[in-house]
């Protein structure tokens, strides 16, 4: 006769530590990732059916809920930015720079000014340039 | 040896990370918050001439490509990665099905894009 094996219950093991809900919270924003590529993609779509259908669109996204979301969406993806580059050190092989390793908090500095940079500029782009 | 795919999928991954850590907050802002709340856009930001005429020059063209896809393959790898966290085990089937939700995405983006 045989016992059937111990197996370690991992129902909920993230809930128990807040490092792991952070780390949950941190691969579910590829989720919100996923919505906004899709709403992109409908405007993208409406757009080729010409001025109704893309108006029909940004109606749409005019609705209170649709502002709503986009308010959550938007706290997520500011999460999104703001760990994927607090990773980034520990995806990459360590960087020597005149014989001294870069800290890893330097290369996390530089992709947030990076998301930074590039938001003013797309801001100013879609605002005031000629697109 | 069989090689591997997975490299294939990591640096999709991590090319749509990385883009979606540069773009995703500033669109998300501008065409659902910024445009339609009238918060901090002009509502002719995205005026039907404007918009129109961004899609149909090929840099326009391509960014559109690029940030829908990418943002599509990053997501498909992530989710089928975060399913095993969550206590999901998936198989082939689910694998497929959300590579080929990103392959799918990525094919529309491409045909609707050109054709504009």
């Known amino acids: ?131 | 040896m069989k090689r591997s795919n997975a490299p294939i999928f990591w640096s999709l991954f991590g090319a749509g990370g990385v883009l979606s850590a540069l773009l995703a907050p500033v669109l998300v802002y501008i065409t659902g918050i910024g445009v339609p709340a009238g918060a901090g856009m002009p509502a002719d930001a995205l005026a039907y001439p404007r918009v129109l005429a961004f899609a149909q020059n090929l840099s326009g063209k391509a960014v559109l490509f690029v940030v829908i896809a990418l943002f599509l393959w990053h997501a498909a790898h992530r989710i089928y990665h975060c399913l095993h966290d969550f206590g999901v085990h998936p198989g082939l089937a689910t694998r497929l099905m959300l590579y080929g939700s990103a392959l799918a995405g990525t094919a529309a983006a491409a045909l609707l894009t050109i054709r504009l």
């Open chain 1, 1 to 131: 006769m045989t016992r059937l094996p111990y197996v370690r219950p991992m129902q909920g093991w993230w809930r128990r530590n807040p490092y792991y809900v952070r780390y949950m919270l941190m691969e579910t924003t590829s989720v919100i990732v996923a919505l906004y590529a899709v709403i992109l993609l409908v405007g993208v779509w409406r757009l080729s059916q010409g001025q109704a259908a893309y108006e029909a669109w940004l109606a749409a996204l005019r609705q209170p809920w649709a502002i709503a979301l986009h308010g959550f969406m938007l706290l997520a993806m500011l999460y999104h930015a703001y760990t994927w580059w607090k990773v980034l050190p520990k995806t990459l092989p360590l960087i020597h720079v005149g014989g001294k390793p870069v800290p890893g908090l330097l290369l996390s500095a530089a992709g947030w000014m990076a998301t930074l940079v590039v938001s003013a500029a797309v801001y100013a782009t879609v605002r005031w340039g000629g697109l």
